[in-house]
């Protein structure tokens, strides 16, 4: 089993920038695409960037040139770094596989509340 435990987030005025940490309990990248997903209230969970083992990056439109998924396998860690947040940012957002059969539970998540 793996564990996955993400942190970093907060409440923050528009136009401001966050990390989100995921980080897990054993050396997982290294064999498995990753995703960043968020969900907001009311609305189903949504794939908002992904990294795959030879490190390449993909992003949703809405989030792309804001956001920024990144890994450090040493740490067994994997970051979004969040510039230009918007309100319509505000979620929930998790870590977990990119692929489904493989993802298992999910964690709490990190709360990232955009406001003025």
């Known amino acids: 089993q793996v564990q996955l435990v993400e942190s970093g987030g907060g409440l923050v005025q528009p136009g401001g920038s966050l990390r989100l940490s995921c980080a897990a309990s054993?050396?997982?990248?290294?064999?498995?695409?990753m995703g960043w997903y968020r969900q907001a209230p009311g609305k189903e969970r949504e794939l908002v960037a992904h990294?795959?083992?030879?490190?390449?990056?993909t992003y949703a439109g809405s989030v792309q040139g804001r956001f920024t998924i990144s890994r450090d396998n040493a740490k067994n860690t994997v970051y979004l770094q969040m510039n230009s947040l918007k309100p319509e940012d505000t979620a929930v957002y998790y870590c977990?596989?990119?692929?489904?059969?493989?993802?298992?539970?999910w964690g709490q998540g990190t709360q990232v509340t955009v406001s003025s």
């Open positions: 977990n596989l990119l692929r489904r059969l493989l993802q298992g539970s």
């Open positions: 054993t050396n997982i990248f290294t064999f498995n695409a």
């Open positions: 990294i795959t083992p030879g490190g390449d990056t």
